[in-house]
Structure formats: structure tokens, C-alpha cells
């Protein structure tokens, strides 16, 4: 069961949880039906400037799966498709987790459509405070 307990941060009301892409990499991701594939900023990571710099040149050189995104905003971005394995996402594991790295500079972590797509939303009006999903693995 995945989690996504509800967050106001400024003028940010969202639901969000954490995502563990491995033992030392997570992110605070936020649940968005308005988002059609799972985004990722690199500087969401928090990386050091010269982690950063190795990641963008590995990914530049070596993906050719690439997407171009348009942000809420209007503003256009690319993205690396990547897939990650045993990804523990609000507490539960994933096998194969994809999602699009973006090298953007600004922080960006958004669980799309193409997700959520393959979940079971359950709604209890006793914790209307959080969203609760069960995700529908195959092999």
C-alpha cells in the first residue's frame, strides 16, 4: 500500500511521499494526475555540483530514449528514460520502477498518469487527509 499523505508547503497544497530509488538516493515525490509521464530532476537527487556534472555527461552520452516535456508553466524540457529496481515508494516496493530524469536545475519530482494508471485508489472518509493506492504489479 502506498501512502500519500497530505502537504501544504508556501502556496504548494499536494499529496506526496518518499521514493527511495536506492539505499542513498530518495526524493519527496508528488502525486500528479495533471503530470502524463513520472518526472525526475536531477537536482531533486541532491547531488554534489561534480555528481551532477558526471550524471548530465553519462546521460548526454550514453540514453537515447529521449522525451520532450512542456511544464505547467509553458516551458519546454527533455527527459532521460531510466528504470530502477526495488524501488521502495511510500513503503512499498516496487520491481522495475520508470521514470524520466530531466537535467533541469530546479527541483522536480512528479508521480505521473503513467503510474498511477496501475493503481487501485481506495478513499476512507475517516483519514480524509491521505490518498491510499495499491499497486498493481505484473511478473
Do not use: P
Amino acid at each position: 500500500m502506498i501512502e500519500f499523505r497530505y502537504r501544504v508547503v508556501g502556496n504548494d497544497k499536494s499529496y506526496r511521499c518518499n521514493l527511495n530509488l536506492s539505499k542513498n538516493l530518495g526524493v519527496n515525490i508528488k502525486f500528479d494526475t495533471g503530470a502524463s509521464s513520472t518526472v525526475i530532476s536531477a537536482a531533486s537527487l541532491r547531488l554534489s555540483n561534480s555528481g551532477l556534472s558526471l550524471l548530465k555527461e553519462y546521460m548526454q552520452s550514453k540514453f537515447t530514449v529521449r522525451m520532450n516535456f512542456k511544464a505547467a508553466s509553458g516551458s519546454d524540457f527533455g527527459g532521460y528514460l531510466c528504470c530502477a529496481h526495488n524501488v521502495v515508494l511510500g513503503g512499498s516496493v516496487i520491481k522495475k520502477f520508470y521514470y524520466f530524469l530531466t537535467m533541469q536545475d530546479r527541483k522536480l519530482a512528479l508521480l505521473g498518469v503513467d503510474f498511477l494508471t496501475y493503481c487501485l485508489y481506495i478513499y476512507s472518509w475517516r483519514c480524509k487527509w491521505k490518498f491510499i493506492y495499491h499497486f498493481i504489479q505484473s511478473g
